[in-house]
């Protein structure tokens, strides 16, 4: 018989008229739950295939009705193949060689694909494969699945075929040829010798043709220095394994400087090898990842790191060039840094950011004088080509109404020009406009016509990314709209009935040798032997240095403009995975802000504080650059700005092809005058506060020396391991005694089969953040959103601790804390020690699950959700979890993390995984979570498994270092090592033997299959 029983969870229930009952009872579930016929049913309760303990389950975390929802889940009917393609095993991931090339990124990969679907980037390691990926290369597989694509052409702003775009076009480049008027291409720097060709094939059509290269974030005055000496206009190539002193004047080569990619051989010197590693002094204004990774970084403003770099080039080369000091107490540190470069002759390198051609050829000068073997300008990289004078000159040509016909693509100057706004307006001056866009973004919206452009995993191309090298792009997925690219365009406008796959396989050859076409698709990149020599120029450099020193300050303060690791340019604004993740520096996410020196803060009355709940505000500001506006940016107070400067990264701010949640931050181009990123600036503090998502609020270690352990160069190569690698003691019947020789738990052989370590060398990771998104593509981590990230609630798996120090260095900090005595001088000491120095040390350690062989969580999990398994790896069997928590209570690492919410399918979180074409991304090898279970990493258990299935199908044991995750895949620098230490050939199992080793908290007795290297500072 039924029941006639109301059930109710909160007193709110009772009120019939409340809407967030009515929100809440609508988000949850989509249809009504008959609760009453099922639980007064006793024929139905018996025949449910839902155990009582899931039953259980459910109730205990939430409702009967979520459990009577949620136990039996829907049928999800499939189509197999009716001709299954011969390429494709269901099951077995396929990979293809490609290159990413979108004009601000450019990288050798490797695409994974599964069922025709590509879900993960990784790093192509053929020899030649020079840039590894960053956290935007690997986040670019999510983008090509973005609901906010243009999905076909547009015509005057209205869906239209290609018949009819081909008629427009045609019609308008007919129009310009007849009456003279410009023609002009517009494109991005591709790097592509056959699109090159092709452009030039086309142009020859028309007397008044020209092709324009503009890159959003410029490096126009590099490139001008490098063409003034050598005669090309390209970027001097720096190979950093080679160099013993490396400084950097205003350059973030860990970053985006010139395109990036210098990590690997940056981090292959850093590690201490019989007794050597690389000296790395940094000059800047932003605290940057080069500087927080230096052995000495000097706070320096824009004016002073010219003069800086004029008192290394009198010091190298012998010149008595007047300059300046540099500010009294920077002065000595400069000429230190000078001598030491002097000193290492051929072994020394400068590099410098600084947009002036002057400081530009100084480089080159210091680098010819040193002889260094580190500075290659013969291995020249292309991946930046944009003129500035040329670009300025089209757009005064566009307001002239000289221009008939305009073709963009990879560009979007309505957003990023700095006079974006004018652009605009004299686009409409143009009678053909057309743009070529992935999304009908700021400046497509405003085109005569709008080509849906494909993502480059949906084309073909070719690009020289260095001098001697060619790689192919190649399609890893058929189109997903109805897309052209610009090269196939240029083709069928130019009456060429020749596909662009076809044109680019005929010009090939004319690039590479020594490879089959077949070979080069499968490998992705050709390297050729025969580099034509490189012949310098001559160049006013003395002239150079003379105007360098005659730099003066202008205006109040020196606003440095840059990208962010995650951000980049801002192109892939729309993606959730860059927009969640956190700045290396800052830790915050779905922001830019000003960064300011805790001394201008005070003196402006600007402040960031903690509210309630842990979240971080901070003030507002409104900045005024050269007549330009720009009102209500956050502020955020930055150890190791220099006194005198600002920070305000470029790429956000948009608006147009959005989704709601992504139209955040400020867009900082409009104040990028004349393409230089440092400009005279005031500031004044705004009305209101604003509220950050930053994930990591607690600033210092406070002197605890056992976390992130480090020593000194001369200390590593002069006293015992037992002096600089302490290993902690506890107490045994009243006695001391080493902590890894107690043990709580009975201990088991794991010298049989696979057992699986990850080291992580605290020297070599730069906390560049790929291994972060790596980790989200492979393991369908979700987005949460800004609100949720404010709470604590983010979900990375992985997550990249920085820690400042509260003097000027780490040891001074222990020692500070050693020497403490008291009670009251030891709470005002270690309130002291919450607070950051003014140009702190700075250090990143990469914290995820620890796989501990005695894991706390594991004895306090009242149903056994999570254990531990054969081959070292602690796993979660998300069936069992009822969200108790308690492992997440008990752990000292504090790497769990709990799904609070449904984040797929859930309207509130309106993310990839809330639309089909988003969750196209994920990985059917891993779990997509639901509410209510505790997830944490796994240190990639699908991975480990196909390995060794891999090894078995092929009749052969894994070979030496053939295990990998998500993680240690993507680290370019080699700072994560993963392996089976019960293979003694794997590198893991040698570096666990090394004197560097130790684990974090190891006076906890937790003993970790993840463990650490001491880090070494060359100071």
Known sequence: MASNKKYWQSVEELNENSSIVETLRNNEFVEEIPTDEFLGNEEAMSSSSTSRRDFLKYVGFSTAAASLAACEGPVIKSIPYV??????????????????????????????????????????????????????????????????????????????????????????????????????????????????????????????????????????????????????????????????????????????????????????????????????????????????????????????????????????????????????????????????????????????????????????AINQALQSEAFKPEEARYIRKGDAKQVQALINDIKAGSVSALIMSGVNPVYTLPNGAEFKAALGKVKLSVAFSMKEDETAAHTTVAVAAPHYLESWGDVVITKGTYSVTQPTIRPL???????????????????????????????????????????????????????????????????????????????????????????????????????????????????????????????????????????????????????????????????????????????????????????????????????????????????????QLQKTLMGRGDIVKETTLEIFNTKDASEWNELPQVSLDHSEVASTSVDLWESFDRTVGHHFNLSIDLNACTGCGACVIACHSENNVPVVGKSEVRRSRDMHWLRIDRYYSSEETFAEDVELKENTSGLMNSISTFNAMEDPAENPQVAFQPVFCQHCNHAPCETVCPVAATSHGRQGQNHMAYNRCVGTRYCANNCPYKVRRFNWFLYNKNSEFDYHMNDDLGRMVLNPDVNVRSRGVMEKCSLCLQMTQATILKAKREGRPVAKDEFSTACSEACGSGALVFGDINNPEDTVTKLKEDDRMYHLLEHVGTQPNVFFQVKVRNT
Not at 154 to 166: L, Q, R
Not at 600 to 627: F, I, M, P, Q, R
Not at 659 to 665: D, R
Request: proline letters at 3%.
């Open 481 to 695: 709209f109805d897309t052209k690219q610009l090269q196939d365009a240029l083709l069928s406008w130019s009456g060429n009935s020749q596909s662009y796959y076809e044109y680019l396989k005929a010009s090939s050859s004319e690039f590479f040798t020594g490879k089959s076409w077949n070979q080069l698709v499968h490998d992705g990149i050709s390297v050729s032997e025969n580099v034509p020599a490189l012949t310098a120029g001559a160049a006013d450099f003395g002239g150079a240095a003379s105007a360098l020193a005659g730099a003066k300050a202008a205006g109040d303060f020196e606003l440095v403009l840059y990208t962010k690791t995650g951000m980049g340019d801002g192109q892939q604004a729309n993606n959730p995975w860059l927009q969640e993740f956190p700045d290396p520096i800052t830790r915050a996410s779905w922001d830019n802000y000003v960064t300011v020196a805790k001394a201008d803060a005070e003196k402006l009355g600007l402040e960031n504080y903690h509210v309630a709940n842990g979240g971080l505000n901070g003030s507002y500001a409104t900045l005024e650059v050269n007549g330009v506006k720009l009102e209500n940016v956050p502020v955020m107070i930055q150890p190791g700005q220099a006194v005198g400067t600002l920070g305000l990264s470029l790429g956000y701010g948009r608006t147009a092809a959005m989704k709601q949640e992504m139209q955040v931050g400020i867009n900082a181009y409009p104040v990028y005058k004349n393409f230089n990123s440092f400009q005279s600036a005031k500031i004044s503090k705004g009305n209101g506060d604003h509220e950050f998502a930053c994930l």
């Open 83 to 364: 001709v299954q393609p011969e390429e494709i095993i269901p099951g077995v991931a396929d990979y293809y060689a490609t290159t990413i090339a979108d004009g601000f990124d450019f990288a050798n990969i490797l695409i994974k694909t599964r069922e025709g679907r590509p879900i993960k980037v990784e790093n192509n390691r053929m020899p030649g494969s020079g840039i590894s990926a960053n956290a935007r290369v690997y986040a670019s597989v999510l983008s090509l699945y973005d609901s906010m694509r243009l999905k076909q052409p547009m015509v005057a702003g209205k869906p239209a075929s290609w018949e009819e775009v081909d008629t427009r076009v045609k019609a308008g480049l007919a129009e310009a040829a007849a009456s003279g008027g410009q023609v002009v291409l517009l494109t991005n720097t591709m790097a592509s010798p056959s699109t090159d060709k092709l452009i030039a094939e086309f142009g020859a059509k028309y007397a008044n043709f020209k092709h324009v290269v503009y890159d959003s974030v410029s490096s126009s005055e590099a490139l001008d220095a490098y063409q003034t000496v050598y005669g090309e206009r390209a970027l001097a190539n720096y190979d950093l394994s080679s160099a013993d002193v490396i400084v950097a004047v205003g350059a973030d080569f860990l970053g985006d400087w010139q395109g990036g990619g210098y990590d690997t051989g940056y981090a292959g010197k850093r590690i201490p090898k019989q007794g050597k590693m690389s000296k790395h002094i940094q000059m800047e204004a932003n605290l940057t990842l080069s500087g927080s990774n230096a052995d000495k970084r000097i706070p320096l403003t824009v004016t002073q790191q010219k003069h800086a770099l004029v008192h290394l080039y009198n010091e190298v080369t012998g010149s008595s060039v007047s300059v300046p000091a540099v500010g009294e107490k920077y002065a000595a540190e400069v000429k230190k840094a000078a001598k030491q470069l002097k000193a290492a002759g051929s072994k020394g390198v400068v590099m410098t950011g600084l947009d002036d051609v002057n400081a530009q050829l100084l480089v080159i």
